[in-house]
């Protein structure tokens, strides 16, 4: 099965930028999508094919993917921001998601 | 406005079976393919099954094949997934999500999620 590793836990002040990342075996050649999650709520997708912002999410997030990382990065990062993040991709006609990122807004 | 309703999770034994359905609703339901993503207490997001839009190509997680059955009706707007002889970490909020496709793209829309607890 296909893994994707991301850090369990990133902590920002407010205002300044975060970078979550997502290592997996030649996922620069894959699409990556970045979901967020806030407790007690479904997943809502902010990033997908590595760059693009789905309508209604803030220019603050913003995504890249080369080599064999994945990055959602969020400038000037609100308290509203704080949320499980999860990245996705697929390998061999699987759907792989990393272990999620706990970002803490402090 | 899209909207997916997950329904039919609870308790049930180790062994057991349980269905759970999907209504969605505000979209073309036959043009999309449809998914099951589960999430075990605590933990992070897993992948389940997925179909495509009219039924032809069904997929599943290693966890579950021959254990889950995925369908749809598209005369009524409606996902299932039949799950049996259900283990003690199949215990989780199952999510029901659309994506256009069964492959490498995104899932733009879920539902609020239904749990199922696997418990004697």
């Known amino acids: 099965s296909y893994e994707l590793t991301q850090p369990p836990s990133v902590s920002v002040s407010p205002g300044q930028t975060a970078s979550i990342t997502c290592s997996g075996d030649r996922l620069g050649n894959k699409y990556a999508f970045w979901y967020q999650q806030k407790p007690g709520q479904s997943p809502v997708l902010v990033i997908y094919q590595n760059t693009k912002r789905p309508s209604g999410i803030p220019e603050r997030f913003s995504g890249s993917n080369s080599g064999i990382t994945a990055t959602l990065t969020i400038s000037g990062t609100q308290a509203m921001d704080e949320a499980d993040y999860y990245c996705?991709?697929?390998?061999?006609?699987?759907?792989?998601f990393g272990g999620g990122t706990k970002l803490t807004v402090l | 406005e899209v909207r997916l309703a997950e329904s039919g999770g609870g308790l049930v034994q180790p062994g057991g079976s349980l269905r759970l359905s999907c209504a969605a609703s505000g979209f073309t339901f036959s043009s999309y393919a449809m998914y099951w993503i589960r999430q075990a207490p605590g933990k992070g997001l897993e992948y389940v099954s997925a179909?495509?839009?009219?039924?032809?190509?069904?997929y599943y997680a290693d966890s579950v094949t021959g254990r889950f059955t995925i369908s749809r009706d598209n005369s009524k707007n409606t996902l299932y997934l039949q799950m049996g002889s259900l283990k003690r970490e199949d215990m989780a909020v199952y999510y029901c999500?659309?994506?256009?496709?069964?492959?490498?793209?995104?899932?733009?829309?879920w539902g609020q999620g239904t749990l199922v607890t696997v418990s004697s």
């Open positions: 179909i495509s839009s009219y039924g032809g190509s069904k």
């Open positions: 999500a659309r994506s256009r496709i069964v492959g490498p793209t995104e899932l733009d829309h």
């Open positions: 996705q991709a697929w390998d061999s006609s699987t759907m792989a």
